[in-house]
């Protein structure tokens, strides 16, 4: 079972749940320098390990602080999106607004992963180029279909 504090940034895990976690750690291998995750069945597993380099067999890695995910519901990330302050300058049209709501999507859907058509797009919006000079230069129409 997992506590969340009154604290928004604290969380204690019970010792029972700990064991039951399987963990991927994340390293720099000081050999092939390349950042390596590694998984482990059990956290006493990972802290009894010596780890090793998937890619390149080294054994100098050094752990890093892994970006920590939080799990939202459906109705939580609708409700962020919601926002009145994420909202301003959309009914003006303002591009900056747009890609700082394309961003927050981005971010609140979990579309982590890297797209560079829609990274392109929202860095040209930030840029403070309309949305219509970005669709007809990537040969769009209205819709957001291909007009070839």
Same mark, same amino acid.
Do not use: W
């Given at each position: 079972?997992?506590?969340?504090?009154?604290?928004?940034?604290?969380?204690?895990?019970?010792?029972?749940?700990?064991?039951?976690?399987?963990?991927?750690?994340?390293?720099?291998?000081?050999?092939?320098?390349?950042?390596?995750?590694?998984?482990?069945?059990?956290?006493?597993?990972?802290?009894?390990?010596?780890?090793?380099?998937?890619?390149?067999?080294?054994?100098?890695?050094?752990?890093?602080?892994?970006?920590? &995910?939080?799990?939202?519901?459906?109705?939580? &990330?609708?409700?962020?999106?919601?926002?009145?302050?994420?909202?301003?300058?959309?009914?003006?049209?303002?591009?900056?607004?747009?890609?700082?709501?394309?961003?927050?999507?981005?971010?609140?859907?979990?579309?982590?992963?890297?797209?560079?058509?829609?990274?392109?797009?929202?860095?040209?919006?930030?840029?403070?180029?309309?949305?219509?000079?970005?669709?007809?230069?990537?040969?769009?129409?209205?819709?957001?279909?291909?007009?070839?």
């Amino acid at each position: 079972m997992i506590i969340l504090s009154e604290e928004r940034h604290h969380c204690e895990i019970q010792p029972a749940l700990l064991e039951e976690m399987m963990p991927i750690y994340e390293y720099y291998c000081f050999d092939c320098r390349k950042k390596v995750s590694i998984f482990y069945r059990t956290v006493s597993a990972a802290r009894d390990a010596e780890p090793v380099c998937p890619v390149c067999g080294g054994q100098r890695l050094h752990r890093l602080v892994s970006r920590v &995910r939080v799990l939202h519901s459906d109705e939580d &990330r609708l409700e962020r999106l919601a926002d009145s302050s994420l909202m301003a300058g959309l009914a003006d049209e303002d591009p900056r607004a747009v890609a700082r709501f394309m961003r927050e999507m981005k971010h609140e859907l979990g579309e982590e992963a890297d797209d560079p058509e829609l990274d392109e797009m929202i860095g040209r919006l930030e840029a403070g180029e309309s949305p219509e000079t970005i669709e007809a230069g990537l040969g769009l129409d209205d819709y957001g279909n291909s007009v070839s």
